[in-house]
């Protein structure tokens, strides 16, 4: 019995350690080790482009006649900025490594990390939901371009497209307003949830969420969208064009097969690298679906946040949108690496 036990622990030891040295795990924390670095960069120069910027929001309170001398001066105190710059991004730095606080709104008068954690959830629902509607559209749609090339349905598919690329987001949602103004109340238009949420069963609430999703969806889909699938179909068409892909159909294989297994593998490749930094964009972009559909996403604090030049609300959002790009192109490799084994992580750069 001890000796089972004994050979059993091993073999669990064995199969932990074989995990810690694998090719990914050491990856992954390669990369992770190369965000931190890039995070303190990143800092760095956010808090020197802020201090050197125009005004600053000492100067915007003091226009205020109703707000005196000595109350200025305990907000200097309060927020530490009393103190040279330099002492000011350390004292900062200090606090985000050892506490993960990300100090005190200026505005807001709480602190930066409840009001992104309270935040992020809307802006990453907004972003997931666009990214899977965005592809769910596009890949087919692309496919679909390069195996009907220069058909009259391809070309009425390629100037959507053109259409589509080239409208402003912002157009986009003014005209998606106007649409649920003349649908009120099929479709609603602000805040995430209904003011009966609380009350709705647990399904209930999900399709209540889905519900006020919608519009703000589409309005991000619709863009990203058009490049995407202008991409799929140039990327499949230079792979239907290589030799390997005539093999194959000179070997008799179905041409579904030869398209969706062959040609596919390989054209999606580029897009996949990609999503990285479209998660990372989407997050960056969304305020415009927020701002007018006035969800209370991370793109409205953001704005709030230099509109007012409020130091450390900035300083946190540009932070969490850096940390979403590192594990966006994180995911994006390790998700290549998973689509197609051929691929070495230590060759991604």
């Given amino acids: 019995m001890s000796s089972t036990l004994t050979n059993d622990f ?23 080790a190369q965000g931190l670095l890039t995070l303190l960069l990143a800092s760095a ?16 309170i003091q226009a205020d ?15 530490g900025l009393d103190k040279p710059p330099i002492v000011q991004y350390g004292l900062w730095l200090w606090q985000v490594v050892t ?13 930066v990390s409840s009001l992104l954690l309270e935040r992020v959830p809307a802006t990453l629902l907004l972003a997931i939901t666009t990214i899977i509607v965005t592809w769910a559209i596009a890949i087919p749609l692309g496919i679909f371009g390069a195996v009907k090339q220069n058909s009259a349905s391809e070309k009425v598919l390629r100037l959507i497209s053109y259409l589509g690329q080239g409208f402003p987001s912002f157009i986009t949602v003014l005209v998606l307003l106007i649409v649920a103004q003349s649908l009120s109340p099929l479709l609603p238009v602000g805040n995430l949830t209904s003011l009966d949420h609380d009350e709705l069963t647990p399904f209930g ?10 519009l703000p969806t589409i309005a991000l889909s619709i863009t990203s ?19 390997y892909i005539q093999t194959a159909r000179a070997k008799g294989l179905p041409e579904n097969r030869v398209i969706y297994v062959h040609a596919l593998r390989n054209a999606i490749n580029p897009l996949i690298t990609l999503l990285g930094f479209e998660f990372a964009s989407l997050l960056g972009g969304s305020f415009i679906a927020e701002f007018y559909f006035n969800l209370p996403g991370l793109g409205r604090l953001i704005l709030q946040a230099v509109t007012a030049q409020d130091l450390y609300l900035v ?17 994006a490799d390790l998700l290549l690496k998973a689509i197609d084994p051929r691929i070495k992580l230590e060759d991604l750069k």
Avoid: C
């Fill in 10 to 32: 091993n073999s669990a030891l064995e199969r932990f350690w074989g995990l810690l040295t694998s090719e990914t795990t050491l990856y992954v924390l390669k990369r992770l």
């Fill in 45 to 60: 120069l956010s808090f020197a482009i802020i201090q050197f910027a125009p005004g600053s929001y000492l100067e915007t």
């Fill in 65 to 79: 006649p109703k707000i005196t001398q000595e109350t200025i001066e305990e907000i200097k105190v309060k927020f």
């Fill in 99 to 111: 506490r993960f606080n990300f100090g005190t709104s200026f505005v807001f008068s709480r602190s």
């Fill in 205 to 214: 609430k999900i399709v209540d969420i889905a519900w006020h999703m919608i």
């Fill in 225 to 243: 969208f058009a490049g995407l699938q202008r991409l799929m179909r140039g990327q499949l068409l230079d792979v239907l064009r290589q030799d």
């Fill in 315 to 331: 300083m946190g959002s540009l932070m969490m949108g850096a940390a979403m790009l590192i594990l966006g192109n994180l995911l």
